[in-house]
Structures are given as C-alpha cells and as structure tokens.
C-alpha cells in the first residue's frame, strides 16, 4: 500500500514536483504549429524574406506608437497597413503569420535537437531516481516512467519530426533569428543585417 503523499519525507515530493515540471516545461505544445503546413519545405529564400518583412514591420509599429496622437485609433490603422504592406509583398497576413509559426517551429525543433544529449541525461537521471525510490509503490514507478516514455515520445512526434524538412532553411538563420526575437522584443536596438545573411542559394 503507498503512503499518503503528506507522509512522504519532503524532498521526495519536493523531488516529484520538479519531475513534473520538467515534463510539463520539455513538451508543452506549440500554437498550432503544424495545422498551415504545405506540402514542400521551406527555402532559405522564405526565411530571408521573413526576416526582412519582420523587420519592416517592427519598424513601422514604432514609428506609429511614437506617433500614436495622430490617428484615431493606432492599433486599427497599424494592422490596416501592415495587410496592404503584405498584400503588395504577395503575402496575405495569415500567410505571412503561418510562415512565422512554421519557421520558429523549426528553429524550436533545432534548439531540442542540440539540447538533445543533456535532455537525455537529466531524462536518465529522473529515471534513475524513481526506479531507486523507496517511498513509492511500484504501480506509481511505473506510471511514472510510462509518463517519460510518453513525453519522450511526444517530443519526437510532435516537435521535432514534423519540422525536419524545414531545418536545411532555417538552419543557416538561426543566429539572425535569434537576434530579429530580441531586435523585436526591445532588447536590442540593432536589427539583423540583411547583407550580412547567409545567400538564398548555397
């Protein structure tokens, strides 16, 4: 018979709680990523005009915010601009919106594949740990190293398969990427530059 969790030592549940928040923290699931997929793989051109676009638009929000007392509404006109800006790029805004999902999927997928040996250490070590525990049951053992194959199993399936024959675009812009996501979000005040990208063309 188990012990009621309260009567456990605390740094078993302390110990349990952290396992759980490292499955829940590994797998949770991306915005819809794979409901606009098309059939062919991204090019290095897609993502280069991405970066490009993105940039254009931050710039214009800012300028619009800075400039907010001269419209009625400047959330209306922004948004209102930015679908003419894309349609005259030949690029509607959900378009434009699911090429942004897909490219950060797969930057996702690239960042799980490089983090891949010291997630499959710390997946060991949770093991380990629950196998070795002398204060649970074996049927909760054993629920809880099905939950980590399960997960396991969901990361493959879910996040990193499914973007693989995106990763030879997105791949050479991961460093622009990742500074576009901060140029973005104010933490720099340098966009990417678009001479200094990988050609379109290898």
Same mark, same amino acid.
């Given at each position: 018979?188990?012990?009621?969790?309260?009567?456990?030592?605390?740094?078993?549940?302390?110990?349990?709680? #952290?396992?759980?928040?490292?499955?829940?923290?590994?797998? $949770?699931?991306?915005?819809?990523?794979?409901?606009?997929?098309?059939?062919?793989?991204? +090019?290095?051109?897609?993502?280069?005009?991405?970066?490009? @676009?993105?940039?254009?638009?931050?710039?214009?929000?800012?300028?619009?915010?800075?400039? $907010?007392?001269?419209?009625?509404?400047?959330?209306?006109?922004?948004?209102?601009?930015?679908?003419?800006?894309?349609?005259?790029?030949?690029?509607?805004?959900?378009?434009?919106?699911?090429?942004?999902?897909?490219?950060?999927? $797969?930057?996702?997928? @690239?960042?799980?594949? $490089?983090?891949s040996a010291e997630y499959q250490t710390r997946l060991q070590n949770n093991r380990e740990a629950i196998e070795m525990s002398e204060h649970y049951s074996?049927?909760?053992?054993?629920?809880? @190293?099905?939950?980590?194959?399960?997960?396991?199993?969901?990361?493959?399936?879910?996040?990193?398969?499914? +973007?693989?024959?995106?990763?030879?675009?997105?791949?050479?812009?991961?460093? #622009?990427?990742?500074?576009?996501?901060?140029?973005?979000?104010?933490?720099?005040?340098?966009?990417?530059?678009?001479?200094? @990208?990988?050609p379109a063309e290898e």
């Amino acid at each position: 018979m188990s012990r009621d969790p309260i009567e456990r030592p605390f740094w078993q549940v302390a110990y349990f709680g #952290a396992a759980l928040l490292f499955i829940v923290s590994a797998f $949770a699931p991306l915005q819809d990523v794979y409901a606009q997929r098309s059939e062919q793989a991204l +090019t290095r051109q897609d993502v280069r005009d991405y970066i490009r @676009l993105r940039i254009a638009i931050h710039e214009k929000q800012q300028e619009m915010k800075a400039h $907010a007392d001269q419209y009625d509404d400047v959330i209306y006109a922004f948004f209102q601009w930015q679908s003419e800006y894309l349609q005259e790029r030949g690029r509607s805004r959900e378009r434009f919106e699911a090429l942004e999902k897909r490219i950060m999927a $797969a930057e996702r997928a @690239l960042e799980m594949v $490089a983090d891949s040996a010291e997630y499959q250490t710390r997946l060991q070590n949770n093991r380990e740990a629950i196998e070795m525990s002398e204060h649970y049951s074996d049927a909760e053992k054993e629920e809880a @190293l099905a939950q980590y194959a399960r997960q396991d199993s969901i990361r493959q399936a879910r996040h990193i398969d499914p +973007t693989r024959r995106d990763w030879p675009a997105v791949r050479p812009y991961e460093e #622009a990427l990742e500074h576009l996501v901060n140029y973005v979000a104010l933490n720099r005040p340098d966009p990417p530059n678009l001479d200094a @990208l990988p050609p379109a063309e290898e």
